[in-house]
Every structure is written in structure tokens, then in C-alpha cells.
């Protein structure tokens, strides 16, 4: 079978809410600080895991401090397959390519990048946090 017809079966057969989580990030639309922002349902473009100023994909990916056991093995996967770093790979590159599409559902699984964290329950985990 062709590696893209493949790769693409992947997306199909895992669960409902992971492949459409998937098809969010592809296209852009996965819920972002910056798109929540962008389209009036936040008041705020930053991210709810760490605090940066503002919420993107390429910082969620490649970035969040909360993810970064995530993304270490996300781009270790995807060093390995098409032969490039994170640095020299966009997401929109990242989402776009095949070869990556394991990588890609295996992070997503992994992590809940996406989800809006609850404030009160944030400032809540910081302060246990601090003390
Ligand atoms: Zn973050």
C-alpha cells in the first residue's frame, strides 16, 4: 500500500475525538490561546499551561513547558522519519507530512495541548505548588 494511503488509514482508524483533534491542529483550528483570542472567546492569547504571552501551535509543540516530555519524544520520532529537527520544521510542515502523522497522533494522546485549563483550578495547583 502507498506510505500516504497509509498514514492517512492511520487517522482514520484511531478514535473519533483523537482524529478530529488531529484535523484541528492540521488545519489551524485547534483551540490556541492566540485562536481563542482571534475569534472573541478569550480576552487573552496566553497559554493556560505556562503563562506565556501568547498560546500558538509552534509553542505547544515545540515549546510548553508542560509538554516537554511530550514534544521530546514527538520530535525525537520526527528526527527520525524525515531526517529533520525541530528547529528547521514549522507545525504546518510537521502536520503536513505523512511520515510524521504516527508522531503526530502519539503526541496528542499523550497530551491534552488543546483543553483549556481552568483558571481557578490553575492558580489553585500553583499556590500547593509554592508551598
Ligand atoms: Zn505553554
Not at 502519539?106 to 508551598?131: G, N, P
Request: proline share 2%; charged share 35%.
Amino acid at each position: 500500500m502507498p506510505e500516504k494511503m497509509r498514514q492517512q488509514g492511520l487517522v482514520a482508524r484511531a478514535p473519533k475525538r483523537l482524529a478530529e483533534r488531529f484535523h484541528q491542529l492540521r488545519t489551524g483550528h485547534c483551540r490556541t490561546g492566540q485562536y481563542l483570542e482571534w475569534t472573541k472567546n478569550s480576552d487573552t492569547a496566553a497559554c493556560g499551561w505556562c503563562q506565556h504571552k501568547t498560546q500558538t501551535r509552534e509553542h505547544l509543540l515545540k515549546h510548553c513547558r508542560k509538554w516537554k516530555m511530550q514534544q521530546k519524544t514527538l520530535w525525537e520520532e520526527v528526527r527520525k522519519a524525515p531526517g529533520e529537527g525541530k528547529d528547521r520544521f514549522t507545525v504546518r510542515d510537521l502536520m503536513a507530512d505523512e511520515r510524521c502523522t504516527r508522531a503526530d497522533l502519539d503526541f496528542l494522546r499523550t497530551t491534552k495541548v488543546e483543553s483549556r485549563v481552568d483558571r481557578a483550578q490553575y492558580h489553585l495547583s500553583r499556590v500547593k505548588m509554592e508551598k
